[in-house]
């Protein structure tokens, strides 16, 4: 009887540890709609706006970059050496891919973490989100704020194999956590009568994100200008529930070009990726004061995507690389905080809702380093160029290359 009831205890604990632990997708809800007690809604954020900023962040959190799958040791066939030799002096960028294949047979493996924590949004921080209105006198003051924080560590698993001298195949597996907290609250003061009001939240979840699968042909190998080109395919294995995934099917089509000048390597890639119909308004609503369009669907959005930059052989053993990377986000909205400004004799701070493309800029600074001949040690930093639509902090990427 004793064991019995011992197991059942524990069984009833492990039930309890379990409902009470909520996923980072539901504490970012609980946190954006919450609608608690005796007030109608407390929070920064109108039910519509806050369905935009949910998009915005899940957007996010599935599709930030990730990084090239391209090895850094590529391989030529040397047809009077006959043997496979070095195709380029430079490891390559870590965030953007470069014309070279790895070579027949060739196999680069690589894994790499990456710290994440989003920052603002349309420039106001996220843990300072207001909507709030003060006027007359004796003073009235209506504040509702949020404050969020989401952070996400990925774990970036990739391969490269060279099916063909000119022929590349491969596969990118992220493996995620996302964490959410946050709270929403309510300040008032009517009448000299202050009231005061406020709810946590908190969650975190992990798992498997969406698999990049890439296919790059090599187009043109010359003294001046190689080029290649591929397409990717991003398969929805993420949990969108997880802040994972999308949950959609996407595919992306991009051309490689990239030139040297002794050890120096200029390259750029221009993108497009197809899949979703991004956010979708009526834009004929007026269903809030600040006369936001109402949001009636979301689906991740198709991009236009590009990087330039340039990589260098520092030695023989250290390539430095720095690139401008953007996503011009279609279909997407941006959630901006207008503020009278504290000199108005009334001030109000809303948050309103313009649907449009969104264009992110991100600045990317590597630096590879050669260990014992088939291994690279690999570090980049990526930093926000503007402050348009969801915005990261500093994102530091620490990893490893390994070549067979």
Request: net charge neutral; hydrophobic share 40%.
């Amino acid at each position: 009887m004793s064991a019995r009831l011992s197991i059942l205890t524990l069984g009833i604990l492990l039930v309890a540890t379990g409902a009470g632990a909520q996923t980072a997708g539901t504490a970012l809800r609980g946190i954006l709609f919450n609608i608690p007690g005796p007030y109608s809604a407390t929070g920064a954020l109108s039910e519509n706006s806050a369905s935009v900023l949910y998009g915005l962040l899940l957007g996010e959190t599935t599709t930030f970059p990730t990084g090239t799958s391209a090895g850094g040791l590529t391989w030529t066939f040397d047809d009077t050496l006959r043997v496979p030799v070095r195709r380029s002096r430079s490891f390559g960028p870590m965030f953007a891919e470069r014309p070279f294949t790895t070579g027949k047979g060739k196999l680069n493996v690589g894994a790499a973490f990456q710290h994440t924590t989003f920052s603002s949004v349309g420039g106001r921080s996220l843990t300072d989100l207001e909507w709030s209105i003060a006027y007359g006198d004796p003073l009235y003051i209506d504040r509702r704020t949020s404050s969020l924080s989401v952070q996400l560590d990925r774990t970036i698993v990739s391969a490269t194999y060279g099916l063909h001298n000119k022929i590349d195949l491969a596969a990118i597996v992220p493996f995620g956590t996302a964490r959410v907290t946050g709270f929403s609250s309510l300040y008032s003061l009517l009448s000299g009568v202050e009231d005061t009001f406020r709810t946590d939240r908190s969650g975190s979840s992990s798992g498997i994100g969406d698999i990049l699968v890439r296919t790059k042909v090599a187009l043109l190998a010359s003294d001046g200008f190689d080029a290649a080109a591929a397409v990717d395919v991003r398969l929805p294995t993420g949990d969108t529930e997880k802040l994972l995934g999308t949950g959609f099917t996407q595919a992306r089509v991009m051309f490689i070009g990239g030139t040297t000048f002794g050890s120096v390597n200029p390259h750029f890639n221009v993108g497009y990726t197809f899949g979703g119909d991004g956010m979708k308004f009526d834009a004929d609503s007026n269903r809030f004061e600040e006369s936001d369009p109402e949001l009636i669907s979301r689906q991740p959005s198709e991009e236009f995507n590009y990087t330039a930059g340039v990589d260098v052989a520092a030695t023989l053993r250290i390539t430095i690389a720095g690139d401008l990377v953007g996503r011009v986000v279609r279909n997407s909205a941006l959630l901006e905080f207008i503020d009278t400004g504290p000199g108005a004799g009334d001030r109000q701070i809303v948050p309103v809702v313009t649907p449009g493309a969104v264009h992110k800029l991100l600045g990317a600074v590597s630096i590879k380093v050669s260990v014992g001949g088939a291994w690279l040690l690999t570090g980049t930093v990526l930093f926000p160029l503007n402050d348009a639509g969801i915005t990261p902090a500093v994102t530091p990427v620490i990893g490893f290359e390994r070549a067979f």
